[in-house]
């Protein structure tokens, strides 16, 4: 199993600043590797894929990079509604399977 | 609009099958574009991927889940459904349906709570 380790496990900032989140991955995973956000109560909502596409709707605030196995998600500066708590995913094609990193929470200092 | 929603019982019974299901409106789920997905999330806790189901009837479970899980679709209704049985209090999480493009999961249900108590 593509084990996903994220850090740090939370990031205490302030509106306006700038947040870069980790994603690891125990094998390469290619650029095949997503972001998600998720605040109280609702469902994920999807960021980015393949590693560095934004999904529809997403600000251009948000930006992921990397490959292989050490990617970031980058917001280049924070909004209010930012603070939530951020997953990244990746998936394998053989066998074909999904896994998800333990999540990263982005606090408002 | 594409939209998923999860439906079933709140409330199962130990040792008794888990049944959901996801209806999808906006698209049709006998599209071989996308994958339709399960994914939970225990209390407090991450996402894990369940499974998921292709228009021609093709799964793929999660390992640690698939000696109790069966998923399914139904063109005629535009849904796919979940069977996770003899649950425990392990298998407490909201559920969600999603639909998967490439590698990523686009479009998301609301996610429905499930839990397993007698």
């Known amino acids: 199993e593509n084990v996903l380790t994220q850090s740090p496990a939370t990031l205490s900032l302030s509106p306006g600043e700038r947040a870069t989140l980790s994603c690891r991955a125990s094998?390469?995973?290619?650029?095949?590797l997503a972001w998600y956000q998720q605040k109280p109560g609702q469902a994920p909502r999807l960021l980015i894929y393949?590693?560095?596409n934004r999904a529809t709707g997403i600000p251009a605030r948000f930006s992921g990079s990397g490959s292989g196995t050490d990617f970031t998600l980058t917001i280049s500066s924070l909004e209010p509604e930012d603070f939530a708590v951020y997953y990244c995913q990746q998936r394998t094609s053989w066998p074909s399977m999904y896994t998800f990193g333990q999540g990263t929470k982005l606090e408002i200092k | 609009q594409v939209r998923l929603q999860e439906s079933g019982p709140g409330l199962v019974k130990p040792s008794q099958t888990l049944s959901l299901t996801c209806t999808v409106s906006?698209?049709?789920?006998?599209?071989?574009?996308?994958?339709w997905t399960w994914i939970r999330q225990h209390p407090g806790k991450g996402l894990e991927w369940i499974g998921y189901?292709?228009?021609?009837?093709?799964?793929y479970y999660n390992p640690s889940l698939n000696s109790r899980l069966l998923i399914s679709i139904d063109t005629s209704t535009n849904q796919f459904s979940l069977k996770l049985s003899s649950v425990t209090a392990a298998d407490t999480a909201v559920y969600y349906c999603?639909?998967?493009?490439?590698?990523?999961?686009?479009?998301w249900g609301q996610g429905t709570m499930v839990t397993v108590s007698s």
């Open positions: 906006g698209v049709s789920v006998n599209s071989g574009t996308y994958y």
């Open positions: 999603a639909r998967s493009y490439y590698k990523a999961f686009d479009i």
């Open positions: 189901i292709y228009y021609s009837g093709t799964t």
């Open positions: 094998q390469s995973v290619s650029s095949s």
């Open positions: 393949d590693a560095s």
